[in-house]
């Protein structure tokens, strides 16, 4: 061949070459690129190949399938630099691909395959991407679904791999609905550890990531969300043979978590880990941090918990051992754990150690709670290869403990063989009726199988205090699951009461008991009934129709006042109640006798098909004081399905002529009837029966009424009549008759239809006067309401009088029209009530009300009021509004001139002008209060004259709900301001006049502001008239703890010598300073004598004997202001009523300290102020009492003395003295 031609065949393969290649990386290289895919590659299909290499490509529309799975893509775009694969690598500007769809089509074949370990992971070339896209991702497989909304990351693989971001959003995992698993398989009873293998591992890619975060990652389960997280990690890395990670966070709704750590793949894998998390639940706080540290070997984990609980684990442990030694240590702090449970946990610990089938236990804590007692918990045991034996598990509650040993079996099936042994349980601390002084034993055997668990309680013997009785439980008790069979032998008594109950139930289809009993004393069971039961209950047969056999005799049964004081009343029952046969046939008869009356009750049944008839015949019932008798045989049925029942038509006779007649009662699926009616029952004689103290006679006052309606069960839809009248007739009310109504109307008739009822109600009398009513009732609307109208006609106040106790005169006559409309509960009252010519006079008040004229307004959710009356001779007013509309609210004004205010011996005119605000939360009370005039006299102060300051809480005694702290008051109290000396005092020995002001404020404390002057007053102490020269009390603060100023002296006249002797009482009221003082000025002695006698001695002399004798009263009249220091003394010491005082007069005048240092023996030493010890200067005295009025008393001085008393009263002063500890001593 010539050169020539060899050119051109060379030139024509040249420009072949470049053609080809110029066309394929050219835009119209792309479809023959599209061609070849989808004639190339099976299951592969394009429907759109565009761009070129040299710019972006775009594949739309990519789908790829095989027998397993399906792919579809929707676009993909991929932008590339090319010129990188001359330096070997792939270089991707940006990757995205749009809407990838995975399904699974089938269950991919089963393989098998040698685990080889894999060399290094090495690619022909570098590969760096540097964005990656993904959106509306979606993989369907059999085990659920994941969709994904978007990925976006940034990796390169040169040497290794390195993802330097990668973030996902709206992650949504769905799972199947959990479906019922089969039951799992029996554990096997032994616990084998087999130790991990632990190869060398070398990776063969090394990977390092960075900004990792997966943002809302949500997981259901069917249509239930189980967990919604957020995932993050700062940076990990997986080298050859090691793996470590920082900051990898959990957050969820519920808290969040993070955790860093290493962990090598070498030796014994030595590990570091941390890790915290918290609860992010307002109403659980709670955190938690763990450390983990050494290796597979030596592995020792801590963990502390704070918040909600509170705990610290200490754990180590060989994993790599096959012995498995295990040390753990688990403590925490007293705590209550609210809100898992309403109960406080003391401080307490469990350990575990040992190897594996020698694990020992040790536990102990304390809990106690709302409905927990406090109980002591301490647990001994040991964990073994098939068992965990427990050698003590004691419980110390209730002051008593519960002491359990035995073994648990971890074999084919779980079993518990054990003895409890209770010890001195006081249960009545849980509840007053429960029992105390519980003692006893027990032995259980429990194993569960897969039917069921088989128990058996054997040996009980249990034995404790009844209501101060001993009682006895003893007996066994097996049920059994895998032959269904129920056995029981129980005997209990309660000192001469005996219960016992012996039988059988085996697999639901036979049934053998029988129970006795033998109760004499009901009493000794509940002490609130009395009486005694004997008996016994026999049931044998088939489960379905067992034959019953019981007979109960009762004896003089009675219930205490406490129950029912109508039942109490009637007096014991006597009798017996028999019940015969089978559910085919059966009879019940009951005969039971009252003192009054006697009960008989005859019934006979069969239940046949469902459906089951009786018979009632010769039948007396008593209900409360009521007495009936059956006429008539009456025919019952009741069907089970459909649900049916009939009562044939018959008649009850009552007392007196009186009939009950049931016409029909018949109840179907369809709907109810009802007719009953009554004639002439004795409504006077049933309520003279219940209500003695009320009425004083019996009359002849007759009941009738009659009620017919039906109802539709399926639209609910009921109409109904109702009548009822009371005959005419008088009532005598009062424990003497004194009151006399004479009722002519008294009738009542309803209609009900259309879900409402319609009645009028109509009360007449001629001594009281009339009330008549029309109400429309909607009771069964979505809101309850009520329509109509009340009318009072001249009520009369005065034929109650009688009625109330202490009352002197009650007169009056209230009027009233009132029309009710809207909801059944608080309905809106429009209309007007008044109160005309009122008069009140009762001993129980100290004023006079009279000529009281009240109008009250009502206007639908308030009412305005405007009255006058007279209090005494005193006029007044009283005007205001009340609201219920929202939050009730009374606002008032009282206004008056000289109110006459008298009690007992004292008498007092007020004039008031006072506002008032009442809510439910205070009460404001603003205004003034003069007072002119006064004659107070006080003999004596009520035992309630010196109460606790309010910080003060009596033991046993609820809190306080006074209605003083709940008052805001700001009054100004004025008393006597012109001074005219119209308010006189006179209390105690001290006649005054008094005058000043205080101004009253009851919030945040009572306090007073303001003074008092005493004017012309006199003052008896110390046997003479002293005259008051000056007197005043000042109030800055507590109202109780005034300020006091007081000077009481001697009449100058009647002193010698022109000396001024008195006594100066200055300070707190609380702890005045009481001393004697003098012009001129003089020791203590002469001033006594001056303020007694009117001179310096008695008699006139002044020797040694006269200075002894003011040397006693002045140490008497100090003693008396000591109360107070001996009484603390006194309770420091341990001594009840210890006392510092004087006995004996003059030269003889003694110091004795005395109190009482046991329950009956009280001990006085007594030193003679002016003798010596030769002339009997000290006295020992011991007082025995003997009973409440003797007791024996020894003194010992000079000469020793014994001496018998017996103290006795006399007359009626006695009996008031016994309820008076503070009565002086009676005589002896």
Known sequence: MSINRLAKVFLYVVVS??????????????????????????????????????????????????????????????????????????????????????????????????????????LPVSILLDQLTMTDINVSAFAGSVSVERISTKAQWVSNLKVAHFHTDNITVRLPASEVNAAPATPSGTFNYEPPVLPAITMPLQVNLSDIAINNLAVYQGESLLTQLTLTLDKAALKKRQFEWKQFSVNAPQGQARSSGQIAFTGSYPLTLTAEGSSALADFPQSASVAVNGDMSNLQLAVAATGTVSANAQLQTNLLDSELPLALQLTWPEQSLQPIQDMQLAAGALSVSGRVGQYALAGNTAVSGKDIPATKVDIQ????????????????????????????????????????????????????????????????????????????????????????????????????????????????????????????????????????????????????????????????????????????????????????????????????????????????????????????????????????????????????????????????????????????????????????CINAANYNPKQVLWDVSATNLPLGLWAYELAPDIL??????????????????????????????????????????????????FALNGNWANDQLIFDADVNSPQVGEIA??????????????????????????????????????????NGALVLNGALALPEINGELSISDGHIDSDDLPVKVSQ??????????????????????GAGTLTGDVSWRDVPEVNFTVAGDAF???????????????????????????????????????????????APSKDVHLRGEPPSDALIDQIHANVMVTIDDAKTQEVKLDAFGLTASLSGGIRVQTQPALTGFGDLQILNGRYEAYGQNLIIRTGEVQFNGPIDEPMLLVEAIRDPDLTADDVVAGVRIEGPATQPSVNLFSEPAMDQAQNLAYLLSGSGSLGGSNSEMDQNAYASLLIGFGLSSSEGLTSSVGDALGIEDFTVSTTGQGDNTK??????????????????????????????????????????????????????????TLGKRGKEDQNNPTAPAPAQ
């Open 381 to 660: 045991a040991v964990l073994g290869d098939r068992s965990l034996v427990i050698s003590a598990l004691n419980a110390d509650l209730l002051k008593g403990t519960i002491t359990n040993s035995g073994v648990l079996y971890f074999g084919d099936v779980l079993s518990w063989e054990g003895l409890t042994r209770i010890q001195s349980l006081e249960l009545n601390s849980l509840h007053p009726q429960a029992p105390s002084m519980l003692d006893g034993i027990l032995k259980t055997q429990i194993s569960m199988t897969n039917r069921g668990p088989n128990v058996l309680v054997s040996d009980i013997q249990l034995s404790g205090v009844q209501y101060e009785r001993e009682f006895q439980l003893e007996g066994d008790a097996v049920y059994s699951a895998n032959s269904d069979i129920v056995v029981g032998n129980l005997t209990a008594q309660l000192a001469d009461n005996e219960v016992s109950a012996i039988g059988q139930v085996f697999k639901q289809q036979y049934i053998d008991a029988l129970v006795t009993l033998n109760l004499p004393h009901l009493s000794y069971l509940y002490p609130e009934v009395k009486g005694g039961l004997q008996g016994s209950v026999n049931i044998e047969g088939i489960w379905d129709n067992p034959t019953i056999q019981s007979s109960l005799t009762l004896q003089d049964v009675a219930l205490s006042p406490t129950l029912s004081d109508a039942i109490a009343k009637q007096g014991p029952l006597n009798g017996s109640i028999d019940i015969a046969g089978s559910l085919a046939e059966h009879t019940l008869s009951s005969s039971l006798q009252l003192p009054d009356y006697n009960s008989e009750l005859n019934l006979t049944g069969a239940w046949q098909k469902g459906i089951w008839r009786g018979r009632l015949s010769d039948t007396k019932l008593a209900v409360v004081n009521t007495r009936w008798e059956l006429n008539s045989d009456v025919e019952l049925m009741f069907a089970q399905s459909p649900l049916q029942f009939e009562i044939s038509a018959h008649c009850w006779e009552s007392r007196e002529h009186g009939e009950l």
């Open 773 to 814: 009513a029309n109400l429309t009732l909607l009771p069964l609307a979505q809101t309850p309401g009520i329509a109509g109208t009340v009318n009072i006609n001249h009520w009369k106040l005065a034929p109650f009088k009688s009625l109330l106790p202490n009352m002197n005169a009650l007169d009056g006559e209230i």
């Open 852 to 873: 009281w004229q009240q109008t009250i307004t009502l206007n639908g959710d308030n009412a305005t009021f405007n009255g006058q009356y007279m209090l005494g001779d």
């Open 900 to 946: 006459t205010v008298q009690y007992d011996d004292s008498k007092v005119k007020v004039s008031p002008d006072l506002t008032a605000y009442i809510t439910p939360q205070k009460i404001e009370i603003k205004g003034s209060v003069d007072v002119p005039y006064a004659r107070i006299k006080v003999n004596d102060l009520p035992a309630s004259a010196i």
């Open 696 to 745: 004083f006679e019996r009359n002849d006052a007759t009941l009738s009424f009659s009620s017919q309606g039906k109802l539709d069960v399926k639209s609910q839809k009921a109409q109904a009549k109702i009548t009822a009248d009371i005959s005419s007739e008088d009532w005598r009310l009062g424990p003497k008759g004194e009151v006399l109504i004479a009722v002519d109307t």
């Open 1151 to 1208: 110091l004795a300290i005395s109190g009482k240092i046991a329950r009956n023996l009280t001990v006085r030493y007594g030193v003679g102020m002016f003798s010596n010890e030769d002339s009997g200067g000290q006295e020992v005295a011991l007082r025995y009492q003997i009973m409440n009025n003797l007791y024996i008393e020894v003194v010992r001085s000079l000469h020793t003395a014994v001496d018998l008393y017996y103290q006795f």
């Open 17 to 122: 070459i470049v053609t080809l290649v110029g066309v394929g990386v050219s835009p119209l290289g792309m479809p023959l690129v599209q061609y070849a895919v989808n004639h190339s590659v099976p299951g592969l299909s394009v429907s759109s190949l565009s761009g070129s290499v040299w710019s972006k490509i775009t594949i739309e529309n990519l789908a790829w399938h095989n027998e397993q799975w399906q792919v579809q893509v929707a676009r993909i775009e991929v932008e590339h630099d090319w010129t990188c694969l001359l330096n070997s690598t792939t270089c991707i500007r940006a990757l995205t691909i749009n809407q990838p769809a995975i399904e699974q089509l089938a269950e991919a074949p089963a393989t098998t395959s040698a685990d080889e370990p894999l060399g290094e992971i090495e």
